[in-house]
C-alpha cells in the first residue's frame, strides 16, 4: 500500500430542505455574497427565488450564464472582476459542476493581482481563495466534495484540472429533489462521469481488497439507481443514492493507498470537449471500453476478471479471457442501454482534427505515466476505435 496523506474539509449537508442552513453557514463567511449559477435551470426549479429569499439581509451580486464546459473568458474572467470590484466576501455556486468549477477558479482569482490563468496553469500557487458553498443541483462531477475545477479556453483548446487544497468547498448543500428536473440526458451523461471516476481509481496498481469492494458497490449503486432515476425522475431514493455516489468519486477517497492511474480516459475525454464541446459524461462512456479493450493485456486481466464477476455478476467459472471480454462489452451495452451515444460521430466528432487532439493530448496529459502507459500510437487507436 502506498502512502498518503489525505483531507476533505467539506462540510456536506445532505437531503431533503438540507439549506434550512444555508443562512448559518453564510452568515459565518461575511454579506457580501457573489452568486454564481448557469443558463437559468435553477430558476426553473424554483431555488433560486428560495436563495434569494433566505439570503435576504445579505449583499448579492450576481454571475449568471456560466455555460457547461465553463469558460475562463468570460465567465472566469467576469466573476473575478465582480469579486474585486464588490469586495466579496464569499462565492455562493448554485448549479451542476460546471458553475461549482467555474466559482472555484474565481475564488482563486478574486485573491491574485495578475492573471488568473497563472493559477490555473500552475505558474503561479494561489496563497489564497475565497470561500465557497455549493446548492448542487445534478449528479456528476463530484466537485462538490473536491478541490478541483477544469476551466475550458476556447482560443487555446485547453481544458485544464486545477486542482488546490484551497478550494474545497465549505459546505455543499446536497438536496436530491434538486435533481428530479436533470434531463434523461444529463443524468445518463452523470451516471457516466461518476462510474468512470470510479473505473479510473479501480483499474490501477496496488489495489486493496477495501477499495475494490468501495469501488465495486459504487458502479453497482450507480448502474442500479441510474436506470430507477430515468424511469421515474422523481424517485427520492434513487436520485438520492445517485447523488452520493457521484459525490464520492473525485476526492481521491476510492484510492487511498492506491497508485495513482493517472486517469486515462478524462485525460483522453478533455480534449474532446475541449475542441468540439461535447458533453462530458458521454465522452467518456465513448472511450471508456475502447479504452478497456485497448489495455486488455496479460498484466491486467485479472483486474478485468475482478471487475466482470463482482460489477457485472458473470460466471465466475468461464475462462479468464471470455470474462475479461464480457466485462467490457457489458460496460459498453450498459452506457448504451441509458441512452448515451456510443460513438464520436454522434456527438459530432470526425476524422477531421483527430491528429491534432492526439497530439495535444500526448503532449499535455502525461498519460505515458498512466497504468497501462499511452503513447501517441495507442491514443490514436483508442480514438479511431471510437470514431
Ligand atoms: O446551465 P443550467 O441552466 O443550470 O443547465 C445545466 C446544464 O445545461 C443543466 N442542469 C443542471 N442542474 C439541473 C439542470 N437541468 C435541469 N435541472 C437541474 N436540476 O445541466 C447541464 C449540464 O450542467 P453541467 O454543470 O455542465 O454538468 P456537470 O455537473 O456534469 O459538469 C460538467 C463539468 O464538470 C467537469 C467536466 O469536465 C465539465 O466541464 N468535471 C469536473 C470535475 C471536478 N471538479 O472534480 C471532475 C469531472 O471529471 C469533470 O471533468
Ligand atoms: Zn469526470
Same mark, same amino acid.
Given at each position: 500500500?502506498?502512502?498518503?496523506?489525505?483531507?476533505?474539509?467539506?462540510r456536506l449537508?445532505?437531503?431533503e430542505?438540507?439549506?434550512?442552513?444555508l443562512?448559518?453557514?453564510?452568515a459565518?463567511?461575511?454579506?457580501r455574497?457573489?452568486?454564481?449559477?448557469?443558463?437559468?435551470s435553477?430558476?426553473?426549479?424554483?431555488?433560486?427565488?428560495r436563495?434569494k429569499e433566505?439570503?435576504?439581509?445579505?449583499?448579492?451580486t450576481?454571475?449568471?450564464?456560466?455555460?457547461?464546459?465553463? %469558460?475562463?473568458?468570460?465567465?472566469?474572467l467576469?466573476?473575478?472582476r465582480?469579486?474585486?470590484?464588490n469586495?466579496?466576501?464569499?462565492?455562493?455556486?448554485?448549479?451542476?459542476g &460546471?458553475?461549482?468549477?467555474?466559482?472555484?477558479a474565481?475564488?482563486a482569482g478574486?485573491?491574485?493581482?495578475g492573471?488568473?490563468w497563472?493559477?490555473?496553469?500552475y505558474?503561479?500557487?494561489? %496563497?489564497?481563495?475565497l470561500p465557497i458553498?455549493?446548492?448542487?443541483?445534478?449528479?456528476a462531477t463530484?466537485s462538490e466534495?473536491?478541490?478541483g475545477?477544469v476551466i475550458?479556453?476556447?482560443?487555446?483548446n485547453?481544458k485544464i484540472g486545477?486542482?488546490d487544497?484551497?478550494?474545497?468547498?465549505?459546505a455543499?448543500?446536497?438536496d436530491?429533489?434538486?435533481?428530479?428536473?436533470?434531463?434523461?440526458k444529463?443524468?445518463?451523461?452523470?451516471?457516466?462521469?461518476?462510474m468512470?471516476?470510479?473505473?479510473?481509481?479501480?483499474?490501477?496498481?496496488?489495489?486493496?481488497?477495501?477499495?475494490?469492494g468501495?469501488?465495486? &458497490?459504487?458502479?453497482r449503486?450507480?448502474m442500479?439507481n441510474?436506470? %430507477?432515476c430515468?424511469?421515474?425522475p422523481?424517485?427520492?431514493?434513487?436520485?438520492?443514492?445517485?447523488?452520493?455516489?457521484?459525490?464520492?468519486?473525485?476526492?481521491?477517497?476510492l484510492s487511498l493507498?492506491?497508485s495513482?492511474?493517472?486517469?486515462?480516459?478524462?485525460?483522453?475525454?478533455h480534449?474532446?470537449?475541449?475542441?468540439y464541446?461535447?458533453?462530458h459524461?458521454?465522452?467518456?462512456?465513448i472511450?471508456?471500453?475502447?479504452?478497456m479493450?485497448?489495455i486488455?493485456?496479460?498484466?491486467?486481466?485479472?483486474?478485468?476478471v475482478?471487475y466482470g464477476?463482482?460489477?457485472f455478476g458473470?460466471?465466475?467459472?468461464?475462462?479468464?479471457?471470455?470474462i475479461?471480454?464480457?466485462?467490457?462489452?457489458?460496460?459498453?451495452a450498459?452506457?448504451?442501454?441509458?441512452?448515451?451515444?456510443?460513438h464520436?460521430?454522434?456527438?459530432?466528432?470526425?476524422e477531421?482534427?483527430?491528429?491534432?487532439?492526439v497530439?495535444?493530448?500526448?503532449?499535455n496529459?502525461?498519460?505515458?505515466?498512466?497504468?497501462?502507459?499511452?503513447?501517441?500510437?495507442?491514443?490514436?487507436?483508442i480514438l479511431?476505435? &471510437?470514431?
Amino acid at each position: 500500500m502506498q502512502n498518503f496523506d489525505y483531507m476533505t474539509p467539506t462540510r456536506l449537508i445532505f437531503g431533503e430542505n438540507a439549506i434550512a442552513k444555508l443562512h448559518d453557514v453564510m452568515a459565518g463567511l461575511g454579506r457580501r455574497v457573489l452568486l454564481t449559477y448557469g443558463g437559468g435551470s435553477i430558476k426553473k426549479i424554483g431555488l433560486y427565488d428560495r436563495v434569494k429569499e433566505l439570503l435576504n439581509d445579505f449583499e448579492i451580486t450576481e454571475l449568471p450564464g456560466i455555460q457547461p464546459n465553463p %469558460k475562463y473568458d468570460p465567465s472566469v474572467l467576469e466573476g473575478v472582476r465582480l469579486c474585486k470590484e464588490n469586495n466579496i466576501d464569499a462565492i455562493l455556486s448554485v448549479g451542476g459542476g &460546471s458553475v461549482l468549477d467555474c466559482s472555484k477558479a474565481i475564488a482563486a482569482g478574486a485573491k491574485y493581482d495578475g492573471d488568473p490563468w497563472d493559477l490555473i496553469t500552475y505558474k503561479v500557487k494561489a %496563497k489564497a481563495a475565497l470561500p465557497i458553498v455549493d446548492i448542487l443541483t445534478l449528479a456528476a462531477t463530484g466537485s462538490e466534495y473536491d478541490c478541483g475545477g477544469v476551466i475550458s479556453r476556447t482560443d487555446t483548446n485547453d481544458k485544464i484540472g486545477y486542482v488546490d487544497p484551497l478550494l474545497f468547498p465549505v459546505a455543499s448543500f446536497l438536496d436530491p429533489r434538486y435533481t428530479f428536473t436533470v434531463s434523461r440526458k444529463q443524468t445518463a451523461a452523470g451516471c457516466a462521469d461518476a462510474m468512470n471516476h470510479t473505473i479510473e481509481q479501480y483499474f490501477c496498481e496496488d489495489s486493496t481488497l477495501l477499495n475494490d469492494g468501495f469501488c465495486e &458497490s459504487m458502479l453497482r449503486s450507480l448502474m442500479v439507481n441510474t436506470r %430507477k432515476c430515468l424511469e421515474n425522475p422523481e424517485d427520492y431514493t434513487a436520485r438520492a443514492e445517485m447523488m452520493l455516489c457521484c459525490t464520492y468519486g473525485c476526492n481521491g477517497i476510492l484510492s487511498l493507498g492506491s497508485s495513482d492511474s493517472g486517469w486515462p480516459c478524462h485525460g483522453i475525454e478533455h480534449a474532446l470537449s475541449a475542441y468540439y464541446d461535447i458533453t462530458h459524461g458521454e465522452g467518456l462512456a465513448i472511450i471508456t471500453p475502447r479504452w478497456m479493450q485497448h489495455i486488455l493485456n496479460e498484466h491486467t486481466l485479472d483486474r478485468f476478471v475482478k471487475y466482470g464477476i463482482n460489477v457485472f455478476g458473470i460466471d465466475a467459472s468461464l475462462p479468464e479471457q471470455e470474462i475479461a471480454r464480457k466485462a467490457i462489452d457489458a460496460t459498453y451495452a450498459f452506457f448504451e442501454s441509458i441512452g448515451i451515444p456510443m460513438h464520436l460521430r454522434e456527438v459530432g466528432i470526425g476524422e477531421e482534427r483527430l491528429d491534432e487532439m492526439v497530439h495535444h493530448i500526448a503532449v499535455n496529459e502525461g498519460l505515458e505515466n498512466a497504468y497501462v502507459p499511452l503513447t501517441e500510437k495507442d491514443i490514436k487507436e483508442i480514438l479511431v476505435a &471510437s470514431l
